[in-house]
C-alpha cells in the first residue's frame, strides 16, 4: 500500500478542498469541456439559464425522410447521457433542461 496524498481526482471530477474555511467542492469542467468538443460544440455561448421555456415541441421533429435520416446520423442519446452524468454529479442546475431534452430522444429534430 502506497499513500499518494489527498485525492485530486476521482470518476472524472476534479476535488478541491480549503481546510481553513472547511470547504470541499467538486467540478467537472474538464469533462464538460471535453463533451463539448465532442459534439462539436466548443464554439456554443455560454447562458445563465440553460433553457428557454417552450422553445422545443414536438412539432421540431424531422418531418421528411432526408431530415430523418440525417438525424439518424446524429449522437443525440449519447451527448443527452453525457448531460445526464454532469447533472446527476455536479450540476442540478441543469436537471430540467436535460430533462426537456430527454424527452425527444425518439425523434429528435435540429432545434432539439
Known amino acids: ?32 469541456e471535453k463533451i463539448l468538443v465532442r459534439f462539436g460544440m466548443s464554439n456554443a455561448k455560454p447562458l445563465n439559464t440553460p433553457y428557454v ?30 448531460l445526464m452524468y454532469v447533472m446527476v454529479c455536479t450540476r442540478p442546475d441543469i436537471a430540467h433542461a436535460v430533462s426537456v431534452v430527454s424527452r425527444f430522444l425518439a425523434q429528435p429534430g435540429n432545434e432539439h
Do not use: C, H, N
Request: aromatic fraction near 10%; charged fraction near 25%; charge should be positive.
Open 53 to 82: 421555456v417552450g422553445k422545443l415541441t414536438i412539432s421540431s421533429a424531422p418531418q421528411t425522410e432526408a431530415e430523418k435520416s440525417y438525424m439518424s446520423t446524429v449522437p443525440y442519446a449519447s451527448a443527452v447521457g453525457s
Open 1 to 32: 500500500m502506497k499513500d499518494l496524498g489527498s485525492a485530486k481526482k476521482i470518476l472524472g471530477m476534479e476535488i478541491y478542498r480549503d481546510r481553513s474555511k472547511r470547504k470541499f467542492f467538486l467540478s467537472q469542467k474538464s469533462y464538460i
